[in-house]
């Protein structure tokens, strides 16, 4: 008998952008069988950012925990001392109409903690790189990192959304 093991390879933050490692998840994630994904896309604007939708079904023979410990993996986030890092220098080059304190700060950190690492890092030096005048706003940030990690952040909440779903029906 054969047995089959879904990974996701461990990344090389050197080689890959957060959306080459997001679609190089979606292809491994897509050998999960009972997983499906339908992506809808198109071209913002300006030419390059990917908008659209993902779909993700679980089928009832999908090993949940196995997908969530996988999942998880792929969306590690980074360190909170990282995120201080990148949103202070990003602070401090950016203008913004009220004081930047301590507690800004660790609401930046927090909020965007629950986001991948490697996403949310380089959705702040992209900010940087671009040269925008004012500090963006959470908001703001998090509209990048989710474009950035779509696929994977669509198939984190289909696994809560399973989980839950599954749960109920037990207790029914």
């Known amino acids: 008998m054969t047995t089959t093991t ?4 461990m990344r090389d933050a050197s080689q890959l952008t957060a ?23 198109r071209t913002g604007r300006d030419g390059q950012m990917d908008l659209g939708s993902t779909k993700v079904s679980i089928g009832a023979e999908v090993d949940l925990a196995a997908l969530r410990e996988v999942v998880e993996e792929a969306c590690l986030p980074a360190s909170r001392e990282a995120i201080v890092m990148a949103v202070t220098k990003l602070a401090l080059i950016t203008a913004h109409a ?3 304190d301590q507690f800004k700060l660790s609401v930046y950190a927090e909020v965007l903690g629950e986001y991948p690492g490697d996403a949310v890092l ?7 790189k671009r040269g925008e005048k004012w500090m963006p706003t959470v908001p703001d940030l998090i509209d990048s990192i989710r474009i950035k990690a779509r696929k994977r ?13 599954r749960v109920l029906r037990e207790m029914s």
């Open 6 to 9: 879904n990974v996701v390879p």
């Open 122 to 128: 380089e959705t702040i030096q992209s900010w940087i």
């Open 153 to 165: 952040l669509a198939v984190r909440e289909a696994v809560e959304r399973e989980t839950e779903r």
């Open 19 to 41: 959306r080459q490692w997001d679609r190089q998840c979606e292809l491994s994630l897509l050998s999960w069988p009972g997983l499906t994904m339908e992506v809808q896309s």
């Open 98 to 100: 009220e004081k930047w």
